[in-house]
């Protein structure tokens, strides 16, 4: 799963650099912090409509697999967040296009005291930026999708 991410964050960031003729490592530090950001507000946002609208869908009740556990909870539920990333991903690159100019602006600017020494550039945006976002977004991601009653 964590491979198949890397590689969608990497292509749809090589693929925007391509067509722009821009700096791909600016253009996946920019898809990382949009990812991490506005990416986790949009799968809140579906997750809260999705749960009106199919109030009661096990495939919505996360954390919840019966007793005892049930492949069929976990599986639709694993798929149903996936569609909610999927959609994220379509959102969050529909908004780096709409936004190319600024975001590749702000993005060079942030990272250009790094321009001069390329290995440094490579590791805050490959390794460092990574880490403690993802960290970040697992963290917030897991508080709204925990059940709590079923931890009591």
Do not use: H
């Not at 996946?28 to 506005?38: E, F, H, K, P």
């Not at 379509?90 to 600024?102: R, Y």
């Amino acid at each position: 799963m964590a491979k198949a991410a890397l590689e969608v964050n990497l292509g749809g960031a090589g693929l925007i650099a391509a067509v722009f003729e821009q700096d791909v490592c600016v253009w996946y530090w920019i898809n990382i912090v949009v990812d991490t950001t506005l990416g986790v507000y949009v799968q809140y946002m579906l997750l809260q409509g999705a749960r009106r609208l199919f109030k009661g869908a096990a495939c919505l009740d996360y954390g919840v697999y019966g007793a005892p556990p049930r492949w069929s909870a976990c599986i639709s539920q694993g798929l149903s967040w996936q569609l909610f990333c999927f959609l994220m991903k379509a959102a969050a690159t529909a908004f780096m296009l709409a936004l190319q100019g600024p975001l590749f602006f702000i993005g060079s600017v942030l990272l250009a005291s790094l321009d001069a020494n390329p290995n440094a550039k490579l590791f805050v945006v490959m390794v460092a930026t990574p880490f403690v976002m993802n960290s970040l977004q697992y963290w917030v991601t897991d508080s709204f999708i925990k059940n709590r009653t079923a931890a009591r």
